[in-house]
């Protein structure tokens, strides 16, 4: 059998200024045309289908776009809500969509039911889970502790019991929406941390023979078996390296895995670019990213005059501007956004207290801004005011 595995599309969001529904829209064209190209015959999208729980309109025109030309082309889709989607607004109409074969899983009472496809060699059992966001799922798996990797752990176990009650010889596939260990983080991944650990160990997943995960947004293998497609589309400089892609893997009779990675189309290059205004504007060497999506990080000990005007002259599609002006060492005034950098927000919250008291926080003092922040990130209310 054969699968295209894709996620964190994010239809909605914008990168910077520019707003890249056309650029999303080209994406699923290219989704379609892979499908039929490569004869798949099964796609699945591991979660972040949108960017918010309340997409705008144009979000949730595409996206019924995309269900409508999957559904004409008669391939079975096996979808799952990520932590950017709404679970219970995506999951409406659910049950009737399934009767066109798009089987969108984002209740997690139903990480044990597979969606059921066949080839020549039997069935695939296809497990949707949604993501699992610990404190509130922890009652339905019966976990004490919220953490992902308790949840995940009773939710494969789930998988793993339904799985041994099926016909011998039973091939599976996972989709999961976490940030497993060993895997890449970039900037436009919404931080999942709970309790201060975000990460569950690639174990949890034993048992299946492909895990098609979302959540990182860089196309990455981390076992032959569990791999992340990453987002079809770059949502921060940081992915400026990034090769965007889809995995198009082939099960065999046995559940022997063999996958080969499909480029998704590049709307525009990224580049991130670094120097005096003077020399960004005259470096011959930077000819080849005069067309693409600039961010520009100026060290000029002093803040030249418009610099995004002159700087667009030449780089027409500049999209960030950063300052860090090179100083002598003693010289203070490192900039703030190079001082909250790769920091997460608990970090960052300790260091305010730090910086406003003199003295740090103690481990209790620790625990309850990690609490705070859980329960932030577990109120989708909160959430959606938040952004
Ligand atoms: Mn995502």
Same mark, same amino acid.
């Given at each position: 059998m054969r699968l295209l595995h894709t996620s964190d599309w994010h239809l909605g969001r914008a990168f910077h200024r520019v707003n890249m529904l056309g650029a999303q829209a080209g994406f699923i064209?290219?989704? +379609?045309?892979? +499908?039929r190209e490569h004869a798949v015959d099964a796609v699945v999208v591991s979660g972040d289908v949108y960017d918010r729980a309340v997409p705008p309109l144009a979000a949730v025109e595409l996206f019924d776009d995309a269900l409508h030309r999957l559904a004409d082309l008669g391939v079975p889709t096996v979808m799952i809500s990520g932590n950017h989607d709404s679970a219970r607004r995506l999951g409406v109409g659910a049950g009737l969509i399934d009767r066109a074969g798009i089987h969108l899983r984002t209740d997690p009472a139903g990480c044990g039911t597979p969606v059921l496809l066949s080839d020549a060699h039997g069935d695939v059992a296809f497990y949707g889970l949604p993501y699992l966001e610990p404190a509130l799922v922890k009652t339905e798996f019966g976990v004490e502790k919220a953490g992902h990797e308790p949840v995940l752990a009773a939710a494969m176990d789930r998988v793993r019991a339904d799985l041994a009650t099926r016909a011998p010889g039973t091939r599976s596939v996972v989709l999961a929406h976490a940030f497993v260990t060993g895997g890449e983080q970039s900037d436009s991944e919404r931080d999942i941390t709970v309790g201060g650990v975000a990460a569950v160990p690639c174990g949890v997943f034993d048992g299946v023979d492909y895990v098609a995960l979302g959540h990182l947004h860089g196309c990455q293998t981390l076992t032959g078996r569990v791999r992340y497609s990453g987002s079809p589309l770059p949502y921060s400089f940081s992915?400026?390296?990034?090769?965007?892609?889809m995995w198009l893997v082939d099960l065999d009779a046995e559940g022997s895995v063999t996958a080969e990675r499909v480029d998704c189309p590049v709307p525009r290059a990224l580049a991130r670019l670094r120097g005096t205004l003077a020399d960004l504007l005259a470096d011959p060497e930077l000819a080849a990213h005069e067309d693409a999506w600039i961010e520009a990080t100026l060290t000029d000990p002093v803040r030249p005059d418009e610099p995004m005007a002159r700087l667009t002259e030449r780089f027409p599609h500049t999209l960030s501007l950063l300052f860090d002006p090179e100083r002598a060492p003693d010289e203070p005034g490192v900039s703030y956004a190079r001082r909250l950098a790769d920091r997460t927000d608990q970090q960052i919250a300790e /260091?305010?207290?730090t910086h406003v008291r003199g003295a740090g926080p103690d481990g209790r003092e620790q625990g309850v801004l990690r609490d705070a922040f859980d329960a932030v %990130?577990?109120? /989708?209310? +909160? %959430?959606? +005011?938040? %952004?």
């Open positions: 064209g290219h989704l +379609v045309e892979t +499908v992915e400026h390296m990034h090769r965007k892609s /260091d305010f207290v %990130r577990a109120d /989708d209310t +909160v %959430r959606e +005011v938040a %952004r």
